[in-house]
């Protein structure tokens, strides 16, 4: 059997682009794709069908062990998020579990469960793993890592575009505001902040295609590599 492939870490805020481009990366490296986000917000999801607050770090560490959450690799190659045995992704994407889940990742107990499934997977599989910590604390070795930005204004109307194309009825204003909540925590939390790793390349996604940046990130992997 061959070892694990190329590791990949993309960090970056909401709405950056991380996902579409991550998710055609590993397509052209034959690696796994692992959106992190989507294991914080299948927790999130289960605390509030519990009525468990997100804020409260006592009552969501004592849930932590009776919950299950899952990776399953997919035909596609993506990495599946799994909730008590259950794929999730349809329920995920609400505003509110958005909020709820950038409360709930502040926790330390809740980061250490998630980081540990996701460095499992990369050690077994390689990947393309995308979030908030990637390159500073989950795979702070990894060979290649990036760092994803673009102006606000950007980000929400393209999170804004993401949520109509699911069906849902949505707001610039509300969506812009729900994004720099979000990202303020994310940035200012005192457990694994977002911020660019050491050794990453920021990479400006507001302008080209998707196609056009991973072809920029295959470069210079390519350059790295060798
Ligand atoms: O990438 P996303 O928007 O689906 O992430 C949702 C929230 O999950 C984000 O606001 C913060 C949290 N998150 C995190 O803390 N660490 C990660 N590696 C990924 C996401």
Avoid: C, N
Avoid at 29 to 42: C, E, F, I, K, S
Avoid at 120 to 126: D, K, N, S, V, W
Avoid at 147 to 156: D, H
């Amino acid at each position: 059997m061959s070892g694990p492939g190329v590791v990949v870490a993309i960090d970056g805020p909401a709405g950056v682009g991380k996902s579409t481009v991550a998710r055609l990366l590993a397509i052209h490296l034959g690696v796994p794709y692992l959106d992190t986000g989507a294991m914080y917000r299948a927790l999130a999801l289960h605390l509030l069908d519990r009525g468990i607050d997100p804020d409260d770090r006592e009552a969501v560490a004592a849930a932590l062990p009776t919950v299950r959450i899952e990776l399953r690799l997919a035909p596609d190659g993506a990495a599946q998020v799994l909730l008590e045995g259950r794929a999730v992704e349809g329920r995920i994407r609400a505003p509110e579990v958005s909020t709820a889940t950038s409360r709930a990742a502040v926790h330390p107990e809740v980061r250490a469960r998630m980081v540990a499934l996701q460095r499992e997977l990369a050690a077994r599989h390689g990947g393309v793993l995308e979030g908030r910590d990637i390159g500073t604390r989950v795979l702070p070795e990894a060979a290649h890592k990036f760092y994803f930005e673009a102006p606000a204004e950007v980000r929400a109307y393209r999170r804004l575009s993401d949520l109509r194309a699911a069906g849902r009825a949505a707001r610039l204003d509300e969506v812009a505001r729900e994004i720099a909540e979000r990202d303020a925590r994310d940035r200012e939390r005192e457990h694994s902040p977002l911020a660019p790793a050491e050794g990453a390349v920021v990479v400006d996604t507001s302008s080209g295609t998707p196609e056009e940046i991973v072809a920029r990130l295959v470069e210079r992997i390519r350059a790295r590599s060798g």
